[in-house]
């Protein structure tokens, strides 16, 4: 009796276990968040935890020989103090994914040279913020094109005294802007596709576009999708499009999804990409068939096929006998 009780006692109490691990609780966990009351439960934050804002500013067209001022702020999010220090770097995307780099220097990342901060360092207490200050001077033979740097706010402090593996930390603002004159706005839309057929959801739309130009533009994407036999969309993005800046002599890939696609049916989906005045529009209809159905549908098929021939040489083995047994009168 007693191993009985010592069995059904380890049974349940990994049956808890489990149940706690599926939950995302540990047990001791739970025993502590009954323990607290719901006040207490105060999420612990990071000692160094640096956020900035606007993440990105666009400063337009500049002219050479002017002086351009702005400001951003450095917040403490996190719970520790923490010295930081700002700077400038390249920026610039690779590949079709839009890779950030902020090591390549070019024409294209001229401006990172142009910045004077009214401040290069500062010291931050936790939820304390600062304002930065500072000006964009444009040389006389800037070149005429697009110009992207990013301003980054860097810290090193939060690190163990003993650590081996030193961290930075380092948030940054993207500048976007161009010098005016020879400058050109060239979008192309290399390819603009929706999946037609797909064994599970969710509904996606991809595209390319090319930036054949020598400045930055801004794209957006819009999706519609609305049911086989009516002409109210069940999902559309026309009032909140998805925005994405393009720069100049790269290619960008975007896919579009509806992360709450049914498992099956039959839609109508378009997807609309706007740059300038010039949209792209395409439309396709879509089928969201699972595996299990398109196997019972290809079985349904052999079955009535099957059904058919069976009932065919039913008839022809019928007509012979009959044609036989007239024969032998």
């Given at each position: 009796?007693?191993?009985?009780?010592?069995?059904?006692?380890?049974?349940?109490?990994?049956?808890?276990?489990?149940?706690?691990?599926?939950?995302?609780?540990?047990p001791?966990m739970?025993?502590?968040?009954v323990?607290?009351?719901?006040?207490?439960?105060?999420?612990?934050?990071?000692?160094?935890?640096?956020?900035?804002?606007p993440?990105?500013?666009?400063?337009?067209?500049?002219t050479?020989?002017?002086?351009?001022s702005?400001?951003?702020?450095?917040?403490?999010v996190g719970?520790?103090?923490?010295?930081?220090?700002?700077?400038?770097t390249?920026?610039?995307?690779?590949?079709?994914?839009?890779?950030?780099v902020?090591?390549?220097?070019?024409?294209?990342?001229?401006?990172?040279?142009?910045?004077?901060?009214?401040?290069?360092?500062g010291?931050l207490?936790?939820?304390?913020?600062?304002?930065v200050?500072?000006?964009?001077?444009?040389?006389?033979?800037?070149?005429?094109?697009?110009?992207?740097?990013?301003?980054?706010?860097?810290?090193?402090?939060?690190?163990?005294e003993?650590?081996?593996?030193?961290?930075?930390?380092?948030?940054?603002?993207?500048?976007?802007?161009?010098?005016?004159?020879?400058?050109?706005?060239?979008?192309?839309?290399?390819?603009?596709?929706?999946?037609?057929?797909?064994?599970?959801?969710?509904?996606?739309?991809?595209?390319?576009?090319?930036?054949?130009?020598?400045?930055?533009?801004?794209?957006?994407?819009?999706?519609?999708?609305?049911?086989l036999?009516?002409?109210?969309?069940?999902?559309?993005?026309?009032?909140?499009p998805?925005?994405?800046?393009?720069?100049?002599?790269?290619?960008?890939?975007?896919t579009?999804?509806?992360?709450?696609?049914?498992?099956?049916g039959?839609?109508?989906?378009?997807?609309?990409?706007?740059?300038?005045a010039?949209?792209?529009?395409v439309?396709?209809?879509?089928?969201?068939?699972?595996?299990?159905?398109?196997?019972?549908?290809?079985?349904?098929?052999?079955?009535?096929?099957?059904?058919?021939?069976?009932?065919?040489?039913?008839?022809?083995?019928k007509?012979?006998?009959?044609?036989?047994?007239?024969?032998?009168?």
């Amino acid at each position: 009796m007693g191993r009985k009780n010592h069995f059904l006692n380890a049974a349940l109490a990994m049956l808890v276990s489990f149940g706690s691990v599926i939950s995302g609780v540990s047990p001791v966990m739970a025993d502590e968040l009954v323990e607290k009351k719901p006040d207490e439960l105060v999420e612990k934050k990071p000692a160094v935890f640096i956020q900035v804002s606007p993440p990105k500013t666009q400063l337009g067209e500049l002219t050479p020989g002017k002086t351009y001022s702005d400001k951003f702020i450095v917040q403490n999010v996190g719970g520790g103090r923490f010295n930081y220090k700002v700077y400038t770097t390249p920026y610039y995307v690779t590949g079709d994914d839009y890779s950030p780099v902020y090591n390549l220097e070019s024409n294209y990342s001229k401006i990172k040279d142009w910045f004077t901060f009214d401040k290069t360092e500062g010291t931050l207490d936790p939820q304390e913020e600062e304002t930065v200050s500072y000006t964009v001077t444009v040389p006389n033979d800037a070149p005429l094109s697009g110009q992207y740097a990013a301003i980054m706010v860097e810290t090193g402090d939060g690190n163990e005294e003993n650590a081996t593996i030193k961290t930075i930390s380092r948030v940054g603002i993207i500048v976007l802007s161009h010098v005016g004159g020879e400058t050109k706005g060239c979008t192309k839309v290399l390819s603009n596709s929706i999946q037609t057929f797909m064994f599970e959801p969710p509904i996606n739309a991809s595209s390319l576009i090319e930036n054949c130009g020598n400045v930055d533009s801004q794209v957006s994407y819009t999706m519609k999708v609305t049911p086989l036999f009516s002409n109210e969309p069940i999902y559309d993005t026309t009032d909140s499009p998805k925005t994405r800046d393009t720069f100049p002599e790269t290619k960008l890939y975007n896919t579009q999804k509806w992360d709450e696609s049914p498992s099956i049916g039959i839609f109508w989906v378009e997807q609309a990409i706007t740059f300038g005045a010039e949209p792209s529009v395409v439309k396709q209809l879509v089928v969201i068939c699972p595996m299990w159905l398109l196997f019972l549908i290809i079985g349904i098929i052999f079955f009535i096929i099957f059904w058919l021939v069976s009932r065919a040489m039913s008839r022809k083995k019928k007509d012979q006998q009959s044609r036989g047994a007239e024969e032998k009168k």
